[in-house]
């Protein structure tokens, strides 16, 4: 596909993932408690969000990288909770 | 157009599931062994299960006229129970000789513990041992970089034939190592937590067709159990010829699967 082709077939799609990117920001800040951008995971989003001012291609692996464990030995222990969608470190339950 | 959906737990879907993805074309189906979204008590909730993969779910696919064959083995979110991998690895030997088991699988990593790991490396021993083909499933989200690397370590520790095993759910920042590594590696077009259909026709497009495995991994949870006919319509919007279409949804699976006497490959139609 050309650059024409794909902006004309994805263009809106791509428009709306960014609205519903910013409504659930905007969905935090009305939080009764106000707590969840404080989140680590919310931290997180934001922190891999900057990818999508990169210039440089493979912004997707490197978003992926940037929200993955980066330590090397298996645990001992089993996390109370299951994957997350962002590491965190001790706070999702790693023991190391 | 005739496709394979190599990953998907029929167990967990409806008859419903089966008469869409008939229609949709899908002519044979490979169930793995997985997590049930609840543990079991037992190793005989085990052995039922595997009689259930066995005996009654090809015959609910054959009514659509999909051939239904399986993999079999203990989970890797259950493997962490060491006590019920022992049990549950005991009884396994009598069930891959059945006639419609292609190898050990789903096994791998959830959390990345040392149970689980050596539950994957007592399965990748009994496989290698009895020369089954291996079908690997890797962490979930941020586990899964780290997973896939211990994997693979292990794969190599054990002396795996990459040829013979696939590596499944890989995703933008593990494909590359899965296949630099030689094996065969696996999309599974589940959306939220996995691939969708546009990024692994992006990453179709980046990689290349060659060793690549898709599948829907359809189970309990918010699946698409068309995912793999879905790709192909995405791929052929973008322009790409029918002969790499049918690669990714018919050959390619076919391709590695033959390597087990079990599978038979169904007529391209
Ligand atoms: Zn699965």
Sequence with gaps: ?96 | MRYLDPHAHMVSRTTDDYRAMALAGCVAVTEPAFWAGWDRSSASGFADYFRQLTEFEPTRAARFGIDHSCWLCLNPKEGHDRGLAREVLAILPEFLDRPTVLGVGEIGLNKNTRNELATFEDHVALALDRGELILIHTPHLEDKLKGTRLIIDALRHAGADPDRVWIDHAEEHTLGLIRDAGFWAGLTLYPTTKASPARAADMIETFGADRLIVSSACDWGDAAPTGVPTLALELRQRGHAESLIRRIVFENPCDFLEQCPKFRRPARG
């Design chain 1, 1 to 96: 596909m050309t650059g024409a082709e794909i902006v004309d077939r994805d263009f809106l799609d791509a428009r709306a993932r960014l609205l519903d990117l910013a409504a659930f920001l905007d969905r935090l800040d009305r939080a009764a408690d106000g707590a969840g951008r404080d989140d680590p995971r919310v931290r997180a989003l934001l922190d891999a969000m900057r990818q999508l001012g990169s210039t440089e291609p493979g912004r997707v692996a490197r978003i992926q990288v940037a929200l993955s464990d980066p330590t090397t030995e298996p645990i001992d222990r089993l996390p109370d909770r299951g994957a997350a969608g962002a590491w965190t470190g001790a706070a999702h339950g790693a023991d190391r």
